[in-house]
Protein backbone atom coordinates (compact mmCIF):
# COMPACT_ATOMS: atom_id res chain seq x y z
CA UNK A 1 0.00 0.00 0.00
CA UNK A 2 1.38 3.12 -0.92
CA UNK A 3 1.72 6.01 1.44
CA UNK A 4 0.91 9.70 1.02
CA UNK A 5 1.08 12.58 2.64
CA UNK A 6 -1.81 14.92 3.02
CA UNK A 7 -2.11 17.36 0.17
CA UNK A 8 -0.21 15.26 -2.16
CA UNK A 9 -0.61 14.75 -5.76
CA UNK A 10 -2.24 12.29 -7.60
CA UNK A 11 -5.35 12.39 -5.00
CA UNK A 12 -6.37 8.67 -4.61
CA UNK A 13 -9.70 9.74 -4.24
CA UNK A 14 -11.22 12.85 -5.81
CA UNK A 15 -14.24 14.31 -3.39
CA UNK A 16 -17.14 15.60 -5.71
CA UNK A 17 -17.94 18.94 -4.64
CA UNK A 18 -22.02 19.59 -4.76
CA UNK A 19 -22.91 22.72 -3.15
CA UNK A 20 -25.85 23.42 -1.79
CA UNK A 21 -28.59 25.97 -2.28
CA UNK A 22 -27.84 27.91 0.43
CA UNK A 23 -23.93 27.58 -0.04
CA UNK A 24 -22.15 30.96 1.46
CA UNK A 25 -18.60 29.96 -0.18
CA UNK A 26 -20.54 29.69 -3.76
CA UNK A 27 -22.11 32.66 -3.61
CA UNK A 28 -18.72 34.25 -2.25
CA UNK A 29 -16.73 32.91 -5.25
CA UNK A 30 -19.02 33.66 -7.52
CA UNK A 31 -19.63 37.28 -6.30
CA UNK A 32 -15.44 37.11 -6.63
CA UNK A 33 -15.66 35.81 -10.49
CA UNK A 34 -18.11 38.63 -11.17
CA UNK A 35 -16.04 41.00 -9.82
CA UNK A 36 -12.72 39.55 -10.90
CA UNK A 37 -14.56 39.30 -14.55
CA UNK A 38 -15.95 43.25 -14.89
CA UNK A 39 -12.64 44.12 -13.50
CA UNK A 40 -10.50 42.55 -16.07
CA UNK A 41 -13.19 44.11 -18.98
CA UNK A 42 -13.10 47.73 -17.93
CA UNK A 43 -8.87 46.99 -17.37
CA UNK A 44 -8.97 45.76 -20.62
CA UNK A 45 -11.05 48.41 -22.09
CA UNK A 46 -9.06 51.34 -20.76
CA UNK A 47 -5.66 50.04 -21.77
CA UNK A 48 -7.13 49.87 -25.31
CA UNK A 49 -6.83 54.55 -25.15
CA UNK A 50 -4.65 55.39 -27.31
CA UNK A 51 -3.60 58.46 -24.58
CA UNK A 52 -3.22 58.86 -21.00
CA UNK A 53 -6.42 61.79 -21.50
CA UNK A 54 -8.45 59.34 -23.14
CA UNK A 55 -8.24 56.70 -20.54
CA UNK A 56 -9.17 59.18 -18.27
CA UNK A 57 -12.16 60.57 -20.03
CA UNK A 58 -13.34 56.60 -20.05
CA UNK A 59 -12.52 56.29 -16.98
CA UNK A 60 -14.78 59.44 -15.85
CA UNK A 61 -17.45 57.54 -18.29
CA UNK A 62 -17.35 54.42 -16.03
CA UNK A 63 -17.03 56.35 -12.92
CA UNK A 64 -20.21 58.47 -13.91
CA UNK A 65 -21.92 55.10 -14.75
CA UNK A 66 -21.78 53.24 -11.96
CA UNK A 67 -22.86 55.78 -9.85
CA UNK A 68 -25.63 56.32 -12.07
CA UNK A 69 -26.72 52.16 -11.49
CA UNK A 70 -25.94 52.54 -7.39
CA UNK A 71 -28.27 55.00 -7.36
CA UNK A 72 -30.82 53.54 -9.48
CA UNK A 73 -30.07 50.06 -6.83
CA UNK A 74 -30.74 52.36 -4.12
CA UNK A 75 -34.08 54.14 -5.07
CA UNK A 76 -35.18 50.12 -6.37
CA UNK A 77 -34.55 49.01 -2.92
CA UNK A 78 -35.94 52.20 -0.65
CA UNK A 79 -39.01 51.93 -2.89
CA UNK A 80 -39.29 48.31 -1.59
CA UNK A 81 -38.54 48.84 1.71
CA UNK A 82 -41.02 51.40 1.86
CA UNK A 83 -43.72 49.43 0.02
CA UNK A 84 -43.12 46.90 3.26
Known amino acids: MPSTTPGA ?8 FEPQ ?5 GQRV ?9 GDSVRQHLAEQPTPTAVRAVLRHYISDFTQWAGEVISAMSSAENEE
Open 9 to 16: WPVGQPVE
Open 21 to 25: DNDQY
Open 30 to 38: SEEARRHFI
